[in-house]
């Protein structure tokens, strides 16, 4: 199976379990407040992570990380208020119909091939989705309801058709990383940050979503993203209902009637003719390998000079970092092999010939 599409399935059944707990948790503290709990401590655990790492270089792409991370705050909140508005089944419904738009654009606004299985399988999966959740239990259809929907449907389009864009330029933790730093600035902002009074239980749950639920799914959704299209993963990932049901079906002793089966048959069904249909090959990602260039080029260019930067005889001018850089190796596994490669080459090159200038042979 692709790669990508693993991913998929991993971050869709952890983000299912998360959501299990993530109600249990809601009957303790208030959805708002779970959604900007987990925001801040997904950004809590990424960012270090990213920093470590030496993965916080933006490219000069810092607005567009921007956004993403408005947008996946954006996508937080009118997700809550559908579900709240107009429950579970159609709030979450609404939201997986994001493989429908999702396909659309690539087909016709950026004129990519779209195999008609794949149009199939998508419609399969909403379908059994609705059939999953029950979609149609609504009592009253409210407008403000119903406008969040559509909204956290057309962000999440927006969130995996950004994530697909942004992961063929930056790393996959780049991205998501400053990604849930501006989500979790906006929730700051949104609502001002307060200690609940909750048992250890509850902080240990909301600190899984956080994590388990939120981070890490966020981060595999991306890494997949740059390696399958967004119309594959939007399709794969209608998969979390299905797992978020069968969750609760286990350990929260609810019933699954014949119809809810039906419904999650069909999803899966989905998801093994995307599997078959999906396209193995990417895009050029030349803006890629530049970015991984650079990052790897910087890295190095930071341990070369190191040396001269901490000497007692340093002149901290740039002819002796151009000349570090030219007459040393960067050490093995720091760099990508292609820049190695040129820096290793630059380098011997440079020393043989200041070897053959200062060798004197007499003349015959």
Not at 12 to 40: E, I, K
Not at 118 to 140: K, N, P, Q
Not at 207 to 229: E, N
Request: overall charge positive.
């Amino acid at each position: 199976m692709q790669r990508g599409l693993v991913l998929t399935m991993v971050a869709a059944t952890l983000a299912g379990v998360g959501g299990v707990v993530a109600v249990d948790v809601f009957t303790t503290v208030d959805p708002t407040v779970v959604a900007q709990y987990r925001s801040v401590i997904a950004a809590a655990v990424l960012v270090p992570i990213a920093h470590w790492r030496r993965m916080t270089m933006t490219a000069g792409r810092l607005p567009q990380l921007a956004l993403f991370g408005a947008v996946i705050a954006a996508l937080t909140i009118t997700f809550y208020w559908s579900i709240d508005r107009l429950g579970v089944g159609p709030g979450v419904t609404l939201q997986f119909t994001a493989s429908v738009p999702v396909l659309g654009w690539l087909r016709f606004a950026q004129g990519r091939a779209v195999p008609t299985k794949t149009w199939v399988a998508a419609a399969f999966a909403v379908a059994g989705t609705a059939v999953m959740l029950r979609a149609w239990d609504i009592d009253s259809l409210d407008p403000l309801g119903l406008m969040a929907g559509i909204g956290s449907m057309l962000l999440y389009a927006t969130y995996l058709l950004f994530g697909e864009h942004l992961g063929r330029r930056l790393p996959d933790l780049t991205i998501i990383s400053y990604g849930f730093a501006v989500s979790a600035l906006i929730w700051v902002v949104v609502i001002p940050p307060s200690i609940i009074d909750a048992p250890a239980i509850v902080w240990i749950q909301i600190g899984w979503v956080g994590v388990m639920a939120t981070a890490v799914p966020f981060l595999l959704m991306v890494m997949a993203l740059s390696r399958v299209d967004s119309g594959s993963v939007g399709v794969v990932a209608t998969l979390e209902p299905v797992v978020a049901a069968v969750t609760a079906w286990v350990f929260l002793g609810q019933s699954l009637t014949p119809l809810q089966v039906i419904g999650g048959s069909m999803v899966i069904g989905s998801l093994i003719v995307v599997q078959r249909t999906v396209a193995t090959t990417m895009l050029p990602s030349t803006p890629a390998l530049a970015a991984i260039w650079r990052m790897g080029c910087s890295s190095a260019r930071y341990r070369i000079w190191t040396p001269i930067c901490s000497s007692s005889r340093s002149t901290l001018n740039p002819a002796s970092f151009a000349c570090a850089r030219s007459s040393a190796t960067p050490p093995p596994g720091t760099m990508p092999s292609s820049t190695a490669a040129r820096v290793a080459c630059s380098a011997s090159s440079t020393r043989a010939f200041f070897s053959f200038i200062s060798v004197s042979v007499a003349a015959p």
